[in-house]
């Protein structure tokens, strides 16, 4: 079982839909959890942490239940801007990216057209 | 954000060569970088683990002879690719961290071995 799931899709959805994405992760003892952008023949970039009580930022949601080991992505109004790969991240660490490592799920692909 | 650059972005070489990539953190100084690739369609794999003037700690499966981590200064690392095959074609990505902090990434090296 890899140590992050993900439906590696493609999700293709027009301009203004609401898409979900969901992760699950295998080791019980992981202390914190992100989702990260990737484009195309580019690193990965941050787009936010996921915390126990759910998060938002701006038209983003993340949402994180231990008791499951899931984690999900919600984007609402979606612009062509969201087309991109998203990484679904743990870290056995706790604090952040700031110790510990990162494991990668294998990625979403979002695809919003016009 | 932080600025981390790779050089070089792009390289082809031929088989059994050997090619060097270099990982700058330029307004930092990385305590901790870890070094990863990723295959087409495939997640970002975790290679190798590097503390500045230790030896690297290489993940199961990644051969220490055949990927050689050099990380004698806080602000270079490198990461050498000996005697290429073409199944060693892939993304590399380095990602330099500075001691308890936040986790950042290179551009990133596409490697392709002909």
């Known amino acids: 079982r890899k140590e992050v799931e993900q439906d590696p899709g493609p999700f293709n959805v027009p301009e203004g839909a609401t898409v979900a994405f969901n992760c699950t992760y295998s080791?019980?003892?992981?202390?914190?959890f992100f989702w990260y952008r990737q484009d195309c023949r580019k690193e990965p970039k941050l787009l936010m942490s996921?915390?126990?009580s759910g998060n938002e930022d701006g038209r983003f949601t993340a949402q994180l239940n231990r008791a499951s080991q899931y984690i999900s992505l919600l984007i609402r109004d979606s612009k062509l801007s969201d087309s991109a790969t998203y990484l679904c991240?743990?870290?056995?660490?706790?604090?952040?990216?700031?110790?510990?490592?990162?494991?990668f799920g294998q990625g979403t692909i979002l695809t919003v057209h016009p | 954000g932080a600025v981390v650059s790779q050089h070089p972005s792009r390289v082809i070489c031929k088989s059994g060569t050997s090619v060097k990539i270099e990982c700058r953190s330029l307004?930092?100084?990385?305590?901790?970088m870890f070094w990863y690739r990723q295959f087409p369609k495939q997640s970002l794999m975790l290679m190798a683990t590097?503390?500045?003037?230790?030896?690297?700690?290489?993940e199961q499966g990644v051969e220490k002879d055949k990927f050689l981590i050099n990380h004698a200064s806080l602000t270079l690392s490198t990461l050498t690719v000996t005697s290429a095959h073409p199944e060693d074609s892939s993304f590399y990505i380095c990602?330099?961290?500075?001691?308890?902090?936040?986790?950042?990434f290179g551009p990133g090296t596409r490697l392709t071995v002909l």
């Open positions: 080791n019980s003892a992981s202390q914190s």
């Open positions: 991240v743990v870290n056995g660490g706790a604090g952040g990216t700031s110790y510990g490592k990162l494991t």
């Open positions: 590097s503390n500045e003037g230790s030896k690297a700690t290489y």
């Open positions: 996921v915390y126990s």
């Open positions: 307004d930092f100084q990385a305590t901790t």
């Open positions: 990602s330099p961290r500075e001691m308890q902090d936040t986790q950042y």
